[in-house]
């Protein structure tokens, strides 16, 4: 299929999107007030000038490096954390009421901690993110564990797999991924809002977020918006990586859409 | 060969109910015989089966297999189970070779053994495909295929056909007697289904309802292959249905 008729397949989106900015462009010029809201216009302007300057790409290695530090630990300590408290029953009574307690704190309450322990590094910053994305993560590779059909432990009792170890590493978990991707993803989701909350708090002077407060201050609206446009962006390219990863190669085993 | 002796299990409810599943079973099956067990649902017919797989214990009796008591589930039993029970991210082959990857026998020569197994149910071309691609029938098949790669000496078959369609399953029922008489395994096979046992065992061994009890043991003496419509299978399947609509009247009221 040649990208021409992969366009036209997708006419209403596409005039969907082109609708929006024009609307947008109009509001803004009869506003005409950029520090309320600038205009699509100078918002690509905006955006060439940081392409151009390299800015940007800075700005986005910089988050993306906060990023991978965060969920790369959540999904360190999450799936085993999810994977004992769903295959022990003991351990989930134990370890329950202490992830109970700590999750719904919102995750950006701890940032405090986070530049205490961590100073203003690329780790506080992790931190915060890993608190957002790690508990998405357990729950989802808990959950994925409890499910484990019985009949497919009892096949693979049947068939020899009778240790607990090979029957967790053979069947339940194979059997749990699809729960544990959905919960990477919620936990991606999650973490990229910390990316942005924990650069508020100036561990450094580049990142994406950091620059939204930078700019703000300076009150170069343009570039404000500019730089939200690029976080959502990269949400959207990491997600759907993900999903591609997840379909064409992790989960090839089930039918259809997984996540 | 497989001798089942004073069996008794009884399930505790949470609440503190005990209900007596299975009652004092005494049953001695011959090598490479073909039993059926036929009752109304709840008769603890498919718990006996689990018994003998090791998958439960009984509270009391023993089971034993050329002598040896069963201590849990083990190579020289296979099972093949009513719901489908593929691994739906290994591929067909791969689900075949699970038990001989469990034995650590080395790679290319499960493969060799997994696929004329595979071959021996008809399914060769669909080694790379992923269970949810095949049809209930053929999930099935490759579940009897992955039972009998550890070449076991008894096969235990929890109404395996139960949830494919009529013409599928005669065909089946046609496969598996080839398989047997091939193999010639002991096979414990439970069914709903007069017209199933009659038509495949040697022996059939009608359970009452609740607690299990073995109500009456028939010796189908008909040459195979045989012909579900003939004037001796209808006999049989008399006899059998009139046995057996008793305990279901009972297992109702």
Known sequence: ?259 | MLSIKNINKTYHSEEGDEVLALSDINLEMKNKEFVCFIGPSGCGKTTLLRIIAGLETPDSGTITIHGEPIKGPGPDRGMVFQEYSLFPWRTVLKNITFSLEMKKVPKGQREDIARQHLELVGLSKFADSYPHELSGGMKQRVAIARALVNDPNVLLMDEPFGAVDAQTRNRLQQELLKIWERDKKTLLFITHSVDEAVYLADRVVVFTSRPGRIKEIFKIDLPRPRDRTSVDANMYRESLLSSLGAEIKNAID
């Open chain 1, 1 to 259: 299929m040649d990208i021409g008729q992969g366009l036209r397949k997708r006419t209403l989106e596409l005039t969907s999107i082109a609708t929006a900015i024009v609307i947008w462009e109009i509001v803004a010029r009869i506003i005409n007030i950029k520090y309320i809201l600038p205009s699509f216009t100078s918002v690509v302007s905006a955006f060439i000038g940081l392409v151009q300057e390299g800015e940007l790409y800075r700005d986005a290695l910089t988050s993306l490096n906060y990023f991978v530090i965060g969920i790369g630990l959540a999904i360190l300590v999450g799936i085993p954390i999810g994977t004992l408290m769903g295959w022990f029953k003991s351990i989930d009574r134990a370890v329950d009421p202490i992830i109970e307690m700590i999750r719904p704190i919102p995750p950006l309450a701890w940032i405090t901690f986070a530049i205490i322990w961590f100073g203003l590094t690329k780790y506080a910053a992790g931190f915060v993110i890993f608190i957002g994305a790690v508990f998405p993560i357990i729950i989802n590779t808990y959950t994925g564990f409890k499910n484990t059909p019985r009949v497919l432990v009892e096949s693979g009792k049947v068939l020899g797999c009778v240790r607990n170890i090979d029957i967790i590493y053979r069947i339940a978990l194979p059997s749990a991924l699809p729960a544990i991707a959905t919960g990477i993803r919620v936990g991606m989701g999650v973490g990229w809002m910390c990316v942005v909350a924990a650069e508020f708090f100036a561990v450094s002077t580049y990142g994406l977020g950091w620059k939204i407060w930078h700019w703000n201050n300076l009150h170069h609206m343009d570039i404000v918006l500019t730089y939200m446009l690029v976080l959502g962006m990269i949400a959207f390219m990491i997600d759907r990586l993900f999903r591609y990863l997840v379909e064409e190669w992790w989960l090839k085993w089930q039918s259809g859409v997984v996540v």
